[in-house]
């Protein structure tokens, strides 16, 4: 079991995202207001709060949202997970449908760094069931 710290968004891509603390999560479409939504497989990002504390440890000033993920969980390795794990929070259900991703253009955290964690670390999971997520709420990991 997890526990959502943080619940991030942008109006666009390729910036870092904004931590809202609350969204509203659609069926089919991703989070309301948040430039990764729409009708595909990458509809909501997710990142392990262990695995950016980690990256912290070795110098990274980064805050909520900063590697683009919109929610950020403590207590869960999702890079442990196959696709088709299914999460569910506060009535949520979502289903990870990608296991990291390939970064086309470095960011900001990645020139000052030399890596960033979200292409190996960060997961992606459509929205099977919508409601909303809050920080503080607890995600369960449901079917592997």
Do not use: Y
């Amino acid at each position: 079991m997890g526990k959502v710290i943080a619940v991030c968004t942008s109006e666009r891509r390729g910036i870092q995202k904004t931590n809202i603390h609350s969204a509203q999560f659609r069926e089919n479409w991703g989070i309301e207001g948040d430039a990764h939504a729409g009708d595909w497989h990458r509809q909501v990002s997710l990142l392990s709060f262990d695995k950016i504390e980690a990256f912290r440890a070795r110098g990274a000033e980064v805050g909520d949202g900063a590697f683009g993920e919109n929610l950020v969980v403590e207590g869960i390795d999702f890079r442990s997970l196959p696709v088709g794990t299914v999460l569910e929070c506060n009535g949520v259900v979502l289903e990870m449908t990608q296991i990291g991703k390939e970064c086309h253009s470095h960011c900001e955290i990645f020139k000052k760094m030399g890596e960033c964690i979200m292409p190996t670390e960060g997961v992606f999971a459509r929205v099977i069931r919508g409601g909303t997520i809050s920080e503080g709420d607890r995600m369960e990991v449901r079917r592997v």
